[in-house]
């Protein structure tokens, strides 16, 4: 999907509270100046805050894209599409569980996943394009991460798809498709990484 014109524009960020669903029925959100610019200054703020368990569905996230989607804890999203990505697309700011399906994200000057805190993402279905990483946990940090990519179309990437300096971290990619990415799997030697 493109951006629509008649978005509407996010100047405080929404919340899904724990536990609910906030379904955008294909609307189109963009952040406001009140947010940021888009750009990659690390002062933005996220267009939607999801608490732990919170759902967020048909969304798209347009033109200013800010800093994205922050995650509080479990989250599940579906068919979100991010039509150019701001400073970045997803952070995992709490530790948690995180699903994402049926969903895209292109124009990522640097990264599209940022994972601050433990847990797991899991992608099914997601393509990608013109970004630097698609996945980067917290640089210089170590912590349990599980990062699951199923079905995954990348193309035009910069810097690698998994960037992690965790020494515990856990990729396993099925069915990545990809052209373009340079880098790929940056990860240190006692990572464990499967690829069927
Ligand atoms: O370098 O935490 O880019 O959440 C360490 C910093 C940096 C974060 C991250 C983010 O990784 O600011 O956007
Ligand atoms: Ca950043
Ligand atoms: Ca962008
Ligand atoms: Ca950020
Ligand atoms: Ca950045």
Known sequence: P?????????NESIV???????DG???????????G?????ESQKPLFILEDGA??????????GADGIHTRGDAKLENVHWTDVGEDALTMKGSGDVEIK???????ADKIFQLNAPGSLTIDNFQADDFGKLVRT?????GDWDINLNNITATNGKHALVQSDSSTVNVNAN??????????????????LSIQ
């Open 16 to 22: 899904v509270k724990a536990g609910e669903t906030f």
């Open 25 to 35: 029925a294909g609307k189109t959100f963009t952040a406001g100046n009140a947010l």
């Open 2 to 10: 493109t951006a629509s014109s008649d978005a509407q524009v996010v």
């Open 102 to 108: 049926d969903s895209s994200a292109k124009g990522a």
């Open 138 to 142: 917290n640089g210089g940090q170590q």
């Open 37 to 41: 610019d888009g750009g990659q200054s």
């Open 175 to 192: 069915n990545v498709q990809t052209e373009n990415v340079k880098g790929m799997y940056k990860l240190p030697e006692s990572a464990s």
């Open 55 to 64: 759902q967020l569905k048909n969304v798209v996230i347009g033109d200013n």
